[in-house]
T-cell receptor
């Protein structure tokens, strides 16, 4: 079984300040973890993925995430927020458990990031 | 961006009518998925396909059926739409079943059932 908990449903920051979006997970497997971003009326875009090669993962648009096994966390950070970062962010865990193949993604409930001037 | 097209992008229909949503991909990926997105739930898997004519149920499959007659097309059908199926529907594709391979998403279909 697997689950994802995003600890904040809404986060508000000022432009130019750091961003921290928190995610805890549980998985029966060695986890593959992702962060996706969703802008209004758009699909989900992959920000970054953790696949056990390195615990600090760099993604697009200056985002990065650190995998901490002891804390079962995969928090997303960015040093300096930009107005264009305002969106909803989803933490996702993947497991190869579907009949016939394919991966089951389990989504967190999302964190809405607001960036203020 | 992955070549995924969902149609229609918006639809309003009445309870009891059949509805078909289409997902078309140009990536030749083997795996295709249908999700629904509802507030407070993230995305939940409805059905998925692991090849032409090979499909299986996800966690919220009641009231939905799917078909895949060609690699590039994956159809989601609501046989008799109900108001509880008002949602935003997303199609996703992936190249392999390795768990570290991400899924890529279309832009969604917003479906309202009155």
């Amino acid at each position: 079984a697997q689950s994802v908990t995003q600890l904040d449903s809404h986060v508000s920051v000022s432009e130019g300040t750091p961003v921290l979006l928190r995610c805890n997970y549980s998985s029966s497997y060695s986890p593959s973890l992702f962060w996706y971003v969703q802008h209004p009326n758009k699909g989900l875009q992959l920000l970054l993925k953790y696949t056990s090669a390195a615990t600090l993962v760099k993604g697009i648009n200056g985002f990065e995430a650190e995998f901490k096994k002891s804390e079962t966390s995969f928090h997303l950070t960015k040093p300096s927020a930009h107005m264009s970062d305002a969106a909803e962010y989803f933490c996702v865990v993947s497991a190869p458990v579907l009949t016939g193949g394919g991966n089951k993604l389990t989504f967190g409930t999302g964190t809405q990031l607001k960036v203020e001037l | 961006d992955a070549g995924i097209t969902q149609s229609p992008r918006h639809k309003v229909t009445e309870t009891g009518t059949p509805v078909t949503l289409r997902c078309h991909q140009t990536e030749n990926h083997r795996y295709m998925y249908w999700y629904r997105q509802d507030p407070g739930h993230g995305l939940r898997l409805i059905h998925y396909s692991y090849g032409v004519k090979d499909t299986d149920k996800g966690e919220v499959s009641d009231g939905y059926s799917v078909s895949r007659s060609k690699t590039e097309d994956f159809l989601l059908t609501l046989e008799s739409a109900t108001s509880s199926q008002t949602s935003v529907y997303f199609c996703a594709i992936s190249e392999s079943d390795v768990s570290n391979q991400p899924q890529h998403f279309g832009d969604g279909t917003r479906l309202s059932i009155l």
